[in-house]
């Protein structure tokens, strides 16, 4: 479907409060420099369409010389986004990728049956006092998918699709909403949005998608006559006419969902399947280290150190 962003989006007192069929408050994670919110998986709901995890990094303050070092560790069978608002990371993986994450743009990692990647403040940034905000998410792979080669694609700010309407900016990170369709490519019917509301500003959830749901990262809106805090994910019922309203300081949102898989997904440490097989063969030759010889190897430029297996 096109939505034309002129035409009324609809009432949020008009959603029925039964129209949230999940509100998920992130856990809290210490990762010593700063902290994560954990929203997905959550004992309430594992994903949200394809959607298998999702955190907020941040806000986060570091002083000079300070940053984040998330040593090299592996995937399978999940794409993931790493999505800021602020800061930058520099990304390297086992495909030789080295790329810098800057806010606004998406890079896009395919696991399939194994990579490995790194995620670091780069020596640049450390060099003055620096932030850090922004979104990871992992996007489970369809089952016919899990074993696909891995890739790594990057798509700039510039690239992606946008629109600004009655106090609404909308963009476009991955998949299909309101006729537009971003540039990377994807597995699975899907959508993912980065959307600013300025005060009062109302706005709808695509509505031809099989799940949805939003995050407030900003702000405060209100829906079904509840106002919520930022910090809190929503999940709506299918096929139900959502729109929500930003609140008297305006709201930032990440919109979230797409097709249900076929079934539900093992998740373990970095590894995520339909099989547990699978997942046995990972640890396995994860633990054994002989990279380049099975599912995995290190990235070229950053080889020092590796997260080992939890045990």
């Not at 989006?9 to 210490?30: F, K, N, Q």
Request: proline share 9%; charged share 20%; no cysteine.
């Amino acid at each position: 479907m096109s939505w034309n962003p002129t035409i009324d989006p609809g009432s949020p007192e008009m959603v029925g409060l039964g129209s949230i069929e999940t509100l998920i408050i992130p856990r809290a994670r210490d990762l010593g420099d700063f902290e994560v919110r954990r929203a997905l998986p959550a004992p309430e709901r594992q994903m949200v369409g394809p959607f298998i995890f999702f955190d907020q990094a941040g806000p986060a303050e570091f002083i000079t010389g300070k940053g984040v070092d998330v040593r090299p560790h592996p995937h399978i069978g999940l794409a993931t986004v790493t999505y800021l608002y602020r800061g930058e990371f520099q990304h390297r993986d086992s495909l030789g990728s080295n790329q810098m994450i800057l806010p606004g743009a998406v890079n896009w990692m395919v696991a399939g049956r194994g990579v490995t990647h790194s995620e670091r403040t780069s020596d640049a940034t450390r060099t003055a006092p620096h932030s850090l905000f922004g979104i990871q998410t992992w996007v489970a792979l369809p089952e016919n998918e899990e074993a696909t080669a891995p890739s790594f694609d990057h798509h700039p700010q510039a690239t992606l699709p946008e629109f600004e309407a009655e106090g609404i900016h909308f963009r476009l990170i991955l998949g299909r909403a309101f006729g537009k369709t971003a540039p990377a490519k994807v597995f699975s019917d899907i959508f993912y949005a980065d959307v600013t509301l300025q005060p009062g500003a109302r706005v709808p959830l695509p509505d031809d998608h099989e799940d949805r749901g939003l995050y407030i990262t900003e702000g405060t809106v209100s829906v079904a006559g509840q106002v919520f805090e930022s910090g809190r994910m929503m999940v709506f019922r299918p096929g139900d006419k959502i729109t929500v309203a930003a609140g008297p300081r305006g709201a930032r949102l990440m919109m979230l969902g797409g097709a249900t898989l076929n079934g539900p997904r093992y998740l373990w440490w970095n590894f995520v399947s339909s099989s547990k097989e699978r997942l046995e063969a990972a640890k396995a030759d994860w633990r054994r280290g002989a990279w380049g010889q099975g599912l995995f190897d290190l990235p070229p430029d950053d080889r020092a150190e590796f997260i080992p297996l939890p045990p």
